[in-house]
């Protein structure tokens, strides 16, 4: 069985099934077999004079077949771009996700009360993703409680992480692993969360799949 990286931004480290997250619209490469594409308007990228004219757009993109998830999106409240407008883009998104029938991956820095009340007032039915999580138990609690999913990467490789201590406490069928940016490989971050998570590497990888063809291939 194959591992399931549901986030990453290598075209080259195809181990195991990805989602590939294209930040550019103009660059969106074709789903592959083992390899998916995910797109959105990441919040770092938001243009405020600019974003009316290019949301359409970005909605035509996530609409097509070859888009499984949408994301990164989400709430950055460490750059500086006006939280109103990150809120309309993300609540934009949010809609997108039941209107398609896809899943969110969601980018939270700092954010975490104002993405799980919009989560709540959206009243999205899809499968919500925080993805790179590793932040503390407490933040892990709420939003496992109000319904999201997390994934984690390679924060899990450094010792006494938020994240590995978060992972602990993250029931397996809302969980998911990520490589991200990472340079470090999908098969170590799968190594450490087993080890973490006191289960064979064969469990957790055959769970990942059980969660991949719920959420995202609605199996
Ligand atoms: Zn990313």
């Not at 069985?1 to 989602?19: A, F, K, T």
């Not at 888009?67 to 109103?84: M, P, Q, V, Y």
């Not at 407008?85 to 993300?90: E, N, S």
């Amino acid at each position: 069985m194959n591992y399931i990286n549901i986030h990453s931004h290598s075209l080259e480290n195809r181990d195991g099934i990805v989602i590939y997250n294209a930040l550019n619209l103009n660059n969106i490469p074709k789903t592959e077999e083992n390899f998916y594409v995910s797109t959105a308007l990441h919040p770092w990228y938001l243009k405020p004079e600019l974003w009316n004219n290019n949301i359409k757009e970005y909605e035509e993109v996530i609409a097509e077949d070859n888009i499984i998830a949408i994301g990164e999106c989400g709430i950055d409240l460490s750059i500086n771009i006006k939280a109103d407008v990150q809120k309309t883009i993300f609540t934009n998104h949010l809609q997108w996700a039941d209107k398609y029938n896809k899943p969110l991956i969601i980018h939270c820095v700092k954010a975490h009360n104002e993405v799980i009340s919009m989560k709540k007032k959206s009243n999205v039915k899809q499968a919500c993703i925080i993805h790179g999580f590793n932040n503390n138990i407490n933040i892990a609690r709420q939003l496992l409680t109000a319904g999201f999913y997390l994934s984690f990467g390679d924060a899990l490789l450094q010792n006494n992480s938020n994240a590995a201590a978060a992972l602990k406490i993250t029931p397996l069928e809302r969980l998911f692993l990520e490589t991200d940016e990472s340079e470090h490989s999908i098969s170590a971050i799968y190594e450490k969360a087993a080890i973490l998570l006191n289960i064979s590497k064969d469990e957790l990888i055959n769970q990942m799949n059980i969660n991949f063809k719920k959420i995202f291939i609605k199996e």
